[in-house]
């Protein structure tokens, strides 16, 4: 099954950022992957993607600071935050964000395809 939907890979982590977009690709999503928020926004990827997987620890933007600008500048993109980390709270303030999944490193093609599948309403 072709999927139409465009999906922004925001990670510091350039193996693990490739490694999922060419795992989404594999899925027949459409992936573009961004080095950082920064990137992100420089290259108008807001302006373009269906979803935004994101880390949440990264140098300059957080993925919970990329989530607040994009609410900020009322863009409804559904955003998937990943994490390596834990830390009292996480989950709560990825919630009140406004977030719709948080994934933690390591995690299975499954867990993934079902956050995408719960936002893109496949």
């Known amino acids: ?10 990670d510091d982590d350039e193996p693990f950022r490739l ?9 027949e999503y459409r992936a573009r992957g961004f080095a950082s928020a920064e990137e992100f926004f420089a290259a108008n990827g807001e302006s373009s993607c269906d979803c935004v997987v994101t880390d949440i620890h990264m ?9 607040h600008l994009l609410m900020a500048r009322d863009l409804r993109l559904p955003v998937i935050m ?3 980390r834990g830390e009292p ?27 995408l599948e719960k936002v893109l309403e496949v």
């Open 59 to 67: 140098p300059g933007m957080s993925g919970l600071d990329l989530q």
């Open 82 to 84: 990943i994490t390596a």
């Open 19 to 27: 490694a999922l977009v060419d795992s989404l690709c594999s899925l």
């Open 1 to 10: 099954m072709s999927r139409e939907f465009l999906i922004a890979v925001i």
């Open 89 to 115: 709270g996480l989950e709560a303030r990825v919630a009140a964000s406004g977030a719709v999944c948080l994934l933690r490193k390591p995690f299975g093609a499954d867990a993934l395809i079902g956050c």
